[in-house]
Every structure is written in structure tokens, then in C-alpha cells.
T-cell receptor, first 108, second 113 residues
Framework: KNEVEQSPQNLTAQEGEFITINCSYSVGISALHWLQQHPGGGIVSLFMLSSGKKKHGRLIATINIQEKHSSLHITASHPRDSAVYIC??????????FGEGTQLTVNP | DAGVIQSPRHEVTEMGQEVTLRCKPISGHDYLFWYRQTMMRGLELLIYFNNNVPIDDSGMPEDRFSAKMPNASFSTLKIQPSEPRDSAVYFCASMTANTGELFFGEGSRLTVL
């Protein structure tokens, strides 16, 4: 069993839909990161959180430390949101362990 | 700031050759990370530095891999000799402990024939 598991692996949505991507982890963490990888390959950090909830534009990330679970929500999805979304947990020191990613496709 | 700068962006080499990947972190960032991404294994941490000192190199696959950070503005990842299974995209990222936000370079795509 991987230390970090994401679901779903693939997600197809219609423009405007509300999207949720889930991340569960099995180890103690100091923080959790959500990353976005575009089709061109570049990786962008979306959120780093250790408790509660963060919001940036149409993106919302939540974390429940007790349940070892985080969600990434996208409101009013748009085709430009199509990307791979990666959950990563920060364990000892600044070491990151990555999930396998969720491929999101938003159709117009 | 131009962000994290990696070079080369693409490299194709033959098995047995030495490969050197380069990274310039964002000025003022005190952490530097080298990651590798493959289809089979996804993203993996290879090594990271704090204030130019290697902290965790447990992800370095074997002795063929080495990384250095001679100063705060430059790091190298060297593979010698290279093997086809080293083919991957190698990402460098930097961070400051103040924010914890990671900034990634564009990656170096390595193909070893």
C-alpha cells in the first residue's frame, strides 16, 4: 500500500462542474502539498497546508489531520484546469512523498 | 526573479556517458531539491540540500548518481556512467523555510540510449 493514495486516478468533467480530488495518507506528516502539472510538464505549487482550509480563486484545499485526508476542490471548472493534480506529504525534515496524481480533463 | 532555472532542457546520450544536470535556485531560497519523474514510479525525491549542505540523499539510486551544491546559487546532479533506466525527467525545486512553498524548474528530460 502506498503511503499516499489519490482518487480518482482519472476524472473527466464538463465545463462549469464542481470537482473534488481526494488524497489519503498513512504516515505522520508536517504538511501536505497540492501540485499541478500541466501537459507541457511544468509543475506549480497550488497549496501547502497543515490544518484547516485554504482558498485561492476557484481552488479550495482542505485537510483533516485526524482522518489523514485532504481534498482539492475546483469550483466552476474550466478547460484550462485540465492537468495532473498531485498530492504530496511532507514527512521527516522536508522530505516529500508523492501520490500518483489525478489526471483531470475538463471539456468545453 | 526568473524562477528556478534548469539546464539542459533536453539531453539525449548514449549508455555509459556522463550526464550533468544543472540548477539555479531562486535567490534567497535555502532549500534545494532534486526530483526524478518516470511513468512507472511517478515523482521521487533524490536528494535535498539546506543551506548548501546535503540533508537527505536516501533517494539517490546508487553510486552512479552524485549531487553537489558548491554555493547558494548553483547545484549539479551527475550520473556516471548513465544507463537506459536513468531516462526520466529530472526536476529541481527550491524553497524558503519561511513559506514552505516549493518552486519547480521546467525539468530536464534525459534520454539514455
Amino acid at each position: 500500500k502506498n503511503e499516499v493514495e489519490q482518487s480518482p486516478q482519472n476524472l473527466t468533467a464538463q465545463e462549469g462542474e464542481f470537482i473534488t480530488i481526494n488524497c489519503s495518507y498513512s504516515v505522520g506528516i508536517s504538511a501536505l502539498h497540492w501540485l499541478q502539472q500541466h501537459p507541457g510538464g511544468g509543475i506549480v505549487s497550488l497549496f501547502m497546508l497543515s490544518s484547516g482550509k485554504k482558498k485561492h480563486g476557484r481552488l479550495i484545499a482542505t485537510i483533516n489531520i485526524q482522518e489523514k485526508h485532504s481534498s482539492l476542490h475546483i469550483t466552476a471548472s474550466h478547460p484550462r484546469d485540465s492537468a495532473v493534480y498531485i498530492c504530496a506529504v511532507e514527512t521527516s525534515g522536508s522530505r516529500l512523498t508523492f501520490g500518483e496524481g489525478t489526471q483531470l480533463t475538463v471539456n468545453p | 526573479d526568473a524562477g528556478v532555472i534548469q539546464s539542459p532542457r533536453h539531453e539525449v546520450t548514449e549508455m555509459g556517458q556522463e550526464v550533468t544536470l544543472r540548477c539555479k535556485p531562486i535567490s534567497g531560497h535555502d532549500y534545494l531539491f532534486w526530483y526524478r519523474q518516470t511513468m512507472m514510479r511517478g515523482l521521487e525525491l533524490l536528494i535535498y540540500f539546506n543551506n548548501n549542505v546535503p540533508i537527505d540523499d536516501s533517494g539517490m539510486p546508487e553510486d552512479r548518481f552524485s549531487a553537489k551544491m558548491p554555493n547558494a546559487s548553483f547545484s549539479t546532479l551527475k550520473i556516471q556512467p548513465s544507463e537506459p533506466r536513468d531516462s526520466a525527467v529530472y526536476f529541481c525545486a527550491s524553497m524558503t523555510a519561511n513559506t514552505g512553498e516549493l518552486f519547480f524548474g521546467e525539468g530536464s528530460r534525459l534520454t539514455v540510449l
